[in-house]
């Protein structure tokens, strides 16, 4: 086997989801980064490719490239992690991470406005009670001889 079988060899093909494709706040171009993103994402689900990278790929600006990121992570299809050496502004490292469906950013509402009041006619004793007929389902299913019964 020579060494150009042994390389891993990266498709760099994506699907681009409904979700992503049909969003409204979304612009074209955004969806199309989306899925360029995707398609490098490695093993580890992320991307590290530069805004220079991209804008390179698609003859844009950079400014152009963070607009399409923003838009992306404003939705919450994205998320940027940036490493800066400390007391540095100098990027040293940025990590992009993507989701299928967008992140919920409401996450502060109080936990009562997501249940609603129990139906207590389905919730009561009377209700829970165990009549003749299912006993005898029970012990029909319960034993393995029913000839017995």
């Known amino acids: 086997m020579n060494k ?25 171009n955004a969806k199309l980064l989306y899925a360029e993103i995707s398609s490098l994402t490695n ?6 490719a ?4 991209f804008a ?8 152009s490239i963070n607009n399409w990121l923003k838009n992306l992570e404003e939705n919450g299809y994205i998320e940027r992690h940036i ?10 490292n940025r990590y992009i991470t993507t ?3 967008p992140l919920q950013l409401n996450f502060n ?22 009549n003749k007929d299912s006993k005898k389902v029970n012990s029909i299913v319960q034993n393995p001889n029913p000839r017995e019964l």
């Open 56 to 63: 390179k790929r698609y003859n844009v600006s950079k400014q």
């Open 4 to 28: 150009s079988e042994n390389k891993k060899v990266t498709s760099y093909y994506t699907i681009l989801n409904s979700t992503v494709r049909y969003d409204k706040k979304l612009s074209s």
């Open 99 to 101: 989701f299928e469906k």
């Open 109 to 130: 509402r109080p936990l009562q406005d997501f249940f609603t009041d129990i139906n207590k006619t389905l919730n009561n004793k009377k209700n829970n009670k165990i």
């Open 43 to 48: 093993e580890l689900d992320f991307c590290y």
């Open 83 to 92: 490493y800066r050496p400390e007391g540095s502004k100098e990027i040293k």
């Open 50 to 53: 530069t805004n220079s990278y």
